[in-house]
């Protein structure tokens, strides 16, 4: 008897375990998740869509070259007076330097003589008239002494255009101004340096940056994908946090015999006047390779053990892992060829927690 009570025991207390030990099991199984959780995660749905690449170039920011204009000497001279420094904003007509010249004295002196000479002719008209009256000279003396008094006066005009061209200032100086409003970009003049009318050097360059370009180096091999109108994102080391948007307005079709590249622009408005001309800036485009392919956000995607897995959410009491091949992640779309249909749930938001509890 005693022997079949302590069978009796030991068939009882393995039932007992076993029944709890399937109790726990089940309940390890089934996953449920809770309101809360259910709140705080983010559900997208895959679903197809244009596959699209990205470019990104080098280059960098210059004036808007239809709005450049370059200043040269217009008459021989020194520098008497610079008014104005690199960098500085001037408004057209202000003055930027102040150049002592011999030819204008010179024209000045021109001046002064055809005035005189012009005194003269009037007067030598006016005894020729009163000759005239008298019958004492000739229609002809009265239309000569005509002809000195017009050509004195032509004298005058020439001088007085050439030193309104060369913008005579006070005594023998002249006034080298603005044409336009715009930046000092660049200065090559100090005072005290001999200018000459036939120097190829400019004395300052203005430019408008209200508007500014992007001239980017293309590869030869990334040429084909390159097009005018796609967009462009713009960061520079000035402001890395701050992104420009703009598109390429212009393809140059040829490339440069010594980088082997090809440059395109990017016209920008420069809001602020935050761009610099001569600023590096990195040029990131976007373009479609043609077809479509499946997508997810790129944050549902983990990464576990040099596999990628999904999360596939139907309720709150079905969510799988689900292992998938990611063809190429761009920015916050990850491209999926492998394990997921159209139309199907993943969680992008908080899914490593459920991750972890369900594969723990």
Known sequence: MKLYALLIIALTAGY???KQSHAEDTEAATFVLSDTMLASIRIDTAAFKPVESE????????????KVLKLYPLVSGYIKDIKVQLGDYVKKGQVLAVIQSGEIADYDKQLTQA??????????????????????ATQKDVVNAQGEVNKADA??????ELLQIYRKGNGSTSIVTAPISGYIIEKNINNGMEMRSDNNLNMF?????DDVWVMANVFETDISRVKEGIPAEITTISYPDKVFHGQIDKVYNVLDPETKTMQVRIRLDNEGMLLKPEMFATVLLRYREGGEM??????????????NF???????FNIDTREVKVNKSLNDVSYITRGLNTGEKVISKNQLL???????
């Open 16 to 18: 007992t375990s076993c």
């Open 55 to 66: 470019l990104r170039l080098s280059g960098k920011v210059t004036p808007d070259m239809g």
């Open 115 to 136: 005035r005189s000479d012009r005194a003269v002719a009037e007067k030598g008209l006016k005894v020729a008239q009163d000759l005239y009256t008298s019958q004492l």
């Open 155 to 160: 004298e005058i005009s020439r001088l007085n």
């Open 205 to 209: 360059t203005i430019s408008e940056l």
């Open 294 to 307: 499946l997508t997810i956000p790129s944050s549902a995607v983990i990464f576990d053990k040099g596999k």
């Open 310 to 316: 999904v999360m596939v959410f139907r309720d709150k």
């Open 354 to 360: 459920i991750y972890d509890a369900l594969n723990d």
